[in-house]
């Protein structure tokens, strides 16, 4: 485990120096989001790529996390950090509802995952409905006030180290769970669930830690859209493209891979700058070229990046291996 964690140290570092030498804000909020998405991506990854659950409905949890961060600010008058903590937590005992719920009636695979679609677009419409409280279809403004306190930051390179705190805890997260019991036994359970219970597993134990440590990591995500952007409506926070979102950040870097989430959400948001800049102001080309574009790397890339990578290194170490003589 040492050695994953001194490989996600190194990366935080490298990741952490880009402020130091990218002026462009542009760049700036580029790697602000791929870090936000790189833990909301990771949050999917703990349940669907190490635990083998399949999730359509991340954006439940996403959407708990920005909106309770929002209304206890706005409605409660709580400070932001006290929100955010709180909205934390609120992410995690949504996602423990929706695993005892789903995993107490032994709902997995295609079932599992439209169980948890239901429950983002339950919540959507709620959000939509409870207007008081979070806006309805108007959404929610949270004022600007640009300071530490407020969790928020004139300077947006502040705000981009806070996000990498975040990730660095989410690729701690994964190196954990590579090296300890719960860890192995969640993988278990992906590899065979029938053989896992007859050896003593506790599947709807281990299940619902899974899904609770997704929900947490998830509503962090949340939490730094929220203080990032500072608006929020039901059809952003719970809709099926934050859920996409989620999932495909992991399965283009590599599923079940600590360094795959990250990896998937530099290739995702560089290949959509690369397609609107290819096809200019021309409207919703963009959106067809990073939809071709994504089935080809799916099709030809199975294990993701991550996974290319560990091909290519392996052939290169074989070709560099003197040969054996009879």
Known sequence: MTGRLVAAAFVVIALGCLPLVLRSEFWLSFWILVVLYAVLGQAWNVLGGYGGQFSFGHATFFGTGAYATA????????????????ALAAGAIIAAMVGALSFRYGLKGSYFALVTLAFAEVFRIL???????????????????????????ADRRV??????????ASLAIAAWLEHSRFGARLVALRENEAAAQALGIDVFRIKLGAITLS????????????????YLDPGLAFGPGMSIEAL???IVGGVGTMFGP???????????????????????????LYGVLLILALRFLPTGLVGLLRGAVARLTAMRRPPRHA
């Open 248 to 250: 495909l950040v992991p």
């Open 215 to 230: 929900g947490a990591l998830a509503a962090a995500a949340g939490i730094l859209y929220a203080q990032l952007f500072l």
């Open 262 to 288: 990250l990896v998937g959400a530099i290739a995702l948001h560089a290949l959509g700058q690369l397609a609107t800049a290819l096809t200019g102001d021309a409207p919703g080309l963009n959106l067809v």
């Open 127 to 153: 959000a939509h409905s409870a207007a008081g409280l979070t806006g309805g279809g108007a959404g929610l403004l949270i004022p600007l006030h640009p300071d530490a306190a407020h969790f928020q930051f």
């Open 71 to 86: 209304v206890l600010q706005l409605r409660l008058g709580v400070d932001a950090w006290s929100a955010a903590a709180l």
């Open 159 to 168: 705000f981009f180290y806070v996000a990498l705190v975040i990730l660095a």
